[in-house]
């Protein structure tokens, strides 16, 4: 049975730092696209950070571009989302995802991957 575990989350002050961790079972995350989500109070689920399955191309949106950095440890079968200088702005609940699809073009759009974990919350305030 395929399945994705997030963990890491927390309360955080802005400024700080956080290690989301998601780790895979059932499949070789190798083999798969991985991407993390969010989702604020209030508003739609948001790709975050994004990379293609056999440690190819990342993305990252926007407003974390120089603060989050993904990677994954194979030997693990563990991804991991770094994030530096939280903000009140990052506070969501977090999901990571996979597809055995190799994206291009939809690399970080939540419709482009069929597995998903549970979420763990990330809530920064001071």
């Given at each position: 049975q395929l399945q994705l575990v997030e963990s890491g989350g927390g309360l955080v002050q802005p400024g700080g730092s956080l290690r989301l961790s998601c780790a895979a079972s059932g499949f070789t995350l190798?083999?798969?696209?991985?991407?993390?989500?969010r989702q604020a109070p209030g508003k739609e689920r948001e790709g975050v950070s994004c990379m293609r399955k056999n440690g190819g191309t990342t993305y990252y949106a926007d407003s974390v571009k120089g603060r989050f950095t993904i990677?994954?440890?194979?030997?693990?079968?563990?991804v991991y989302l770094q994030m530096n200088s939280l903000?009140?702005?990052?506070?969501?609940?977090?999901?990571?995802a996979a597809t055995p699809k190799q994206l291009v073009f939809t690399l970080c759009v939540e419709s482009s991957y069929q597995y998903w974990g549970q979420g763990t919350q990330v809530t920064v305030s001071s």
């Open positions: 190798d083999y798969y696209g991985i991407g993390w989500f990677s994954r440890d194979n030997a693990k079968n563990t903000q009140s702005e990052d506070t969501a609940i977090y999901y990571c």
